[in-house]
């Protein structure tokens, strides 16, 4: 395809060699979460049926198994192994120092989810105040693009709601600086932010934007990067001036302008900052 995608933000992450959208592993890890499962668990049953999915048959530790959880922004892997190396681990981890040989186990891509596991497993966000941030809100990772100068496609994680009369949820999209669609209006593209795969999904969506502008060109009729140069805005404003009597415009007439005071640019700017944006709607 001859495209490189840089990050601006974050780790750089491995990728298919025919696909520079599917991130298949990283350099460095999280573990954020570590812990046990065993035989005694009432769901352990149901839990370990993920190691003998297709054609995995690694279900070989019928007492139970230690488990360590791996993060990275893009890519995330669980680890089986004993249980006896997991409580050592943690016991050799109380300064945050200690690893572990992955020898000893399997590990496996992403988290395990479906019965037993989706009440196992809390929700982790990559921004969380352990780490000096705020729970949820926060940069994930960043992209340059690659066919408009200096501008980024950002991953970040935000508080959001489309409806005035309902609480905030935990989400997770992404930005294009370049063409500055919202995609909070475009269905798909924004998701509850309920772990690592979300995040993934979230990231890999961004990457798909930046090789849908290279392969069909930006404004394209079949790429996802349409800048559409102000044009609605300009309408509304004609509307405000013509029909309502407005003095001026009531909205900045450009996409980069409208999108800084009131648009995700507003609220990646608090992130970048540290800060908590005012929870985002539609």
Known sequence: MGITIRNTYGQTHHTSDTNP???????????????????????????????????????????????IFLESE???ATYFGPIEQIEQYKRDNAEGTATFDSSLGVMIAQWPHGRGWDDFLPRVFWNNAARGGIDGVGLVTAFAHTEIP??????????GTWLRDEGPEQ?????????????????GHVH????????????????????????HGVGGQDSACRPNGGEMLRV??????????HA???L????????????PCSVIRELRAGARPAVYRA
């Open 21 to 67: 959208s599917h991130v298949t592993g990283a350099d460095r890890y999280r573990l954020p979460l570590v812990g046990t499962i065993l035989a005694g668990n009432p769901a352990f049953d149901d839990m370990v049926t993920y190691l003998s999915e297709g054609e995995r048959n690694l279900h070989t530790r019928p007492e139970g198994y230690g488990l």
């Open 74 to 76: 893009e890519h995330s």
């Open 150 to 159: 200096d501008a980024e496609v950002i991953v970040y994680e935000f508080e």
């Open 171 to 187: 989400l997770v999209t992404y930005h294009c600086t370049g063409c500055h669609a919202d995609t909070f209006h475009d269905s």
């Open 192 to 215: 509850k932010n309920t772990g690592p795969h979300v995040r993934r999904w979230a990231a890999r969506q961004a990457r798909q934007h930046i090789v849908s502008a290279h392969r």
């Open 236 to 245: 509304i404003n004609a509307f405000a001036r013509d029909t309502l009597g």
């Open 248 to 250: 001026g415009n009531p």
């Open 252 to 263: 900045p007439d450009t996409d980069d302008a409208y999108c800084a005071a009131k648009g």
